[in-house]
């Protein structure tokens, strides 16, 4: 049996804020686990406006580091979140109950090949969001710091 995964723009407006919000209040109890894979917390700064911003991502693993993907479902622009982590590296992590600051940064040419590919067996539509879009989509490392 497969999972239907809904597309972009097929979820109401907010979601991401109403899922953050819970994933807060349980410690990850309720919206870690999210459609078939495991979700964490990046909480970026602002580059414009200097305020916290929390976006609720799927994540893998490499080793000890975290891997998030700056899909935005294949749009043409960066998400937001991406764009804020390269103006400020240094973010926050919440994985359950673990906070934890960490230092970002996009895979390198060399590194992204083996990191689109264990992103892409934890999301297979990320394959599709990539052939939807001109711009190459980045695989971020989380480091904890």
Known sequence: MSTVRPGPGSRPPGWQQAHAKRYLETGGRDGHDWEGVTTLL????GRRSGQ???TPLIYGRAGDRYLVV??????PEHPGWYQNLVAQPEVYVQVM???FKARARTASTAEKPALW???TAIWPPY???QARTTREIPVVILERV
């Open 127 to 129: 394959e599709e969001y």
């Open 52 to 54: 916290p911003r929390t």
């Open 117 to 119: 590919k264990t992103m």
């Open 97 to 99: 109950a673990d906070r």
């Open 70 to 75: 700056a899909s935005r479902g294949g749009a």
């Open 42 to 45: 990046l909480t970026t700064t």
